[in-house]
């Protein structure tokens, strides 16, 4: 690995933790007016979006620590423009926290190095495990993002455009990973892979 890729890595890392990312794509509410919503409802949408932020941290150090262990080059390709879209969802999911009144999770910096931790061991075990961590990662994430429309407030039309451009993604991004083939995870693996992601939303949801 050459450092230039070294340092570009750490860069990307900081900017996550930071909750400064570049978007490539304009953010999908940028065309769509404000609604005026209650207090309480702009505090459930920003704590929502705070949890999808995180997920979007994880995503940011999952492709990272997957792109830097994939031994094939179209694999290495396909996760790295996954990676570019992951940091789309980073700057939107952000700007739309501010714009909520809200803050992004306290807690970034560990859950970045864990789910860094996570991406780097499934890379460890080759590029079929490392897809398979993958999709069901983006699987995982699509769900959580459907449940997530039904909690958003109807008239939050802004965070609901984000959420919808990022979940038809995060579809996409599964099918290039299975077609890439990706293996099937073991059903404990897929358990234990929901179990941590209920810790997370939950903290995240809070602080
Ligand atoms: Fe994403
Ligand atoms: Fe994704």
Request: with cysteine; charged share 30%; glycine share 8%.
């Amino acid at each position: 690995m050459t450092l230039d890729r070294l340092i570009g890595e750490f860069d990307r890392a900081l900017r996550a933790v930071a909750g400064v990312a570049h978007s490539g794509r304009p953010s999908p509410a940028e065309k769509i007016g404000e609604t005026s919503l209650r207090e309480e409802e702009k505090a459930h949408a920003a704590a929502l979006m705070r949890v999808n932020h995180v997920g979007e941290v994880c995503a940011q150090a999952l492709y990272q620590g997957q792109a830097l262990t994939a031994r094939d080059a179209g694999a290495r390709q396909a996760l790295e423009k996954a990676a570019r879209e992951e940091e789309d969802h980073l700057a939107w999911s952000a700007e739309r926290i501010r714009e909520l009144g809200g803050r992004p999770s306290l807690l970034n910096p560990l859950w970045y190095a864990g789910a860094f931790a996570m991406g780097a061991a499934a890379g460890v075990l080759g590029d079929r495990w490392n897809l398979a961590f993958l999709a069901e990662t983006e699987r995982q994430v699509e769900e959580h993002l459907t449940g997530h429309l039904e909690a958003l407030p109807q008239d939050d039309r802004r965070t609901r455009a984000v959420v919808e451009a990022m979940r038809a993604d995060e579809a996409r991004h599964r099918a290039s990973a299975l077609e890439l083939g990706a293996a099937e995870l073991p059903e404990p693996v897929k358990r234990a892979m929901r179990a941590a992601s209920k810790v997370m939303t939950t903290v995240a949801y809070r602080v």
